[in-house]
């Protein structure tokens, strides 16, 4: 049963330090995408990705946040310098065009 | 740019009743309409989707209505049982290969 990895699951840092969010899409799955979910404002698209090139990045800061897909197995969110408002659930999707999203189970990050 | 959104935010149903919710969108482009559930403290997962070809489709006690003419889909959850309780998300596809999440709807099913 394929499944779509994400690793830390827990991630606990302080302000200013880097934070490095790991995910494996599904073998065969051409898109990715990065949400983020917090209390206030639900799932929050960050970047996707469609044949590992970014396709939109515009629901991310900027400033602090990079998205990278090194591999069709493999891709990265940083936080570089983390803040205390970005303490939420990342979730990392995969899917095909037009179908479903798998996603994954999420990587919380505390940031103090 | 493109704009999703879901009523109610909330709704509190009893066990048995039926529960529906309504997704607007704006992209006449939209071509896939999916709806997540998402159990507290798990990851979204696909409970049933329809096509732009289709106006109506069933799974046992849930079921999606589509009106592209009005841009609006809507899920139909029937016999609700307190396992149905969570947050519904629609999530419409925009031409651009690009979903678009709601804000959400918490459902309470009151055994």
């Known amino acids: 049963d394929a499944r779509v990895t994400q690793t830390p699951r827990h991630k606990v840092t302080e302000m200013g330090q880097e934070v490095t969010m790991r995910c494996q899409p599904i073998?065969?799955?051409?898109?990715v995408f990065w949400y983020r979910q917090t209390m206030m404002q639900g799932l929050e698209l960050l970047a996707y990705?469609?044949?590992?090139?970014?396709?939109?990045d515009s629901g991310m800061p900027k400033d602090r946040f990079s998205a990278e897909m090194p591999d069709a197995t493999l891709a990265t969110l940083k936080i570089q310098p983390s803040e205390p408002r970005d303490s939420a659930v990342y979730f990392c999707?995969?899917?095909?065009?037009?179908?479903?999203?798998?996603f994954g189970p999420g990587t919380r990050l505390t940031v103090l | 740019g493109e704009n999703v959104e879901q009523h109610p935010s909330t709704l509190s149903v009893q066990e048995g009743d039926s529960a529906v919710i309504k997704c607007t969108y704006s992209?006449?482009?939209?071509?896939?309409f999916p709806w997540y559930k998402q159990e507290l403290g798990k990851r979204p997962q696909l409970i049933i989707d329809?096509?732009?070809?289709?106006g109506e489709k069933k799974d046992q006690r849930i079921a999606v209505t589509l009106n592209k003419t009005a841009k609006h889909f809507s899920l139909h959850i029937t016999e609700t049982q307190p396992e149905d309780s969570a947050v519904y998300f629609c999530?419409?596809?925009?031409?651009?290969?690009?979903?678009?999440f709601g804000a959400g709807t918490r459902l309470f099913v009151k055994a």
């Open positions: 999707a995969s899917g095909t065009q037009y179908n479903e999203q798998f």
């Open positions: 073998l065969g799955h051409n898109t």
């Open positions: 990705f469609r044949n590992r090139a970014p396709l939109d």
């Open positions: 992209d006449s482009a939209s071509n896939y």
């Open positions: 329809i096509r732009s070809n289709v």
């Open positions: 999530a419409p596809y925009t031409g651009g290969f690009k979903t678009i």
